[in-house]
């Protein structure tokens, strides 16, 4: 049996049956997505040295980003061997209702002793800032020497890149967003979290 792909790929993300849309407006197309990510995978081969960082990934918004980051940077330089770790940061309790940033999950105990590290934070987004700077003071206590984040998405508030964000890939509106790791719960448990693109969640 032949399988039209063509129809499959221009329909997959349109609603099925009595399913809402999963977006209101779509921002970046995941072509878009990984062809930036490709370059910010270059430029991080060009200013990081593997032996020397290691590279944390924010849990759970940052997998994607995280993931197609490092195939892209081993794509590139099959040489560059990076030492990627994670942690867990949450202001939600069981519920989903808000509270205190606190630390869920931390760095493995063999991760744990930073001293003369350089540590790169990622996440899927920067909107307040406040998990990554809780999550940078968090590492500097380990002993790392330096902490740099580098984000997917930045929200357009203001001109300047907060502290500590060495790179980020694109700047959007000051929405809810959704996909590349932003989550619609709305439309499922992990609702969008591993889709391609960027979009607009629904209202």
Not at 104 to 133: A, F, N, Q
């Amino acid at each position: 049996m032949h399988y039209d792909q063509s129809f499959y790929i221009l329909n997959r993300d349109m609603p099925h049956d009595d399913n809402p849309p999963l977006y209101k407006e779509l921002l970046f197309s995941a072509d878009e997505v990984d062809a930036r990510i490709r370059e910010m995978a270059k430029e991080i081969i060009g200013k990081y040295d593997p032996r020397e960082t290691i590279f944390v990934s924010l849990l759970n918004g940052a997998q994607p980003f995280s993931s197609k980051l490092m195939r892209a940077i081993q794509l590139q330089d099959s040489y560059f061997h990076p030492n990627v770790q994670s942690m867990i940061v949450s202001r939600y309790g069981p519920n989903r209702e808000p509270g205190p940033l606190t630390l869920v999950t931390d760095l493995p105990p063999s991760s744990r002793s930073l001293s003369g590290k350089r540590v790169v934070l990622l996440d899927d987004l920067i909107d307040e800032g406040d998990t990554l700077d809780f999550a940078k003071e968090h590492l500097l206590k380990y002993g790392a020497q330096k902490v740099d984040s580098i984000v997917l998405v930045k929200k357009k508030k203001g001109s300047s890149l907060p502290d500590g964000v060495s790179m980020y890939g694109f700047e959007a509106p000051d929405v809810w967003l959704t996909g590349m790791g932003m989550d619609d719960e709305r439309l499922g448990s992990e609702g969008n979290r591993w889709a391609g693109w960027i979009a607009v969640a629904n209202p």
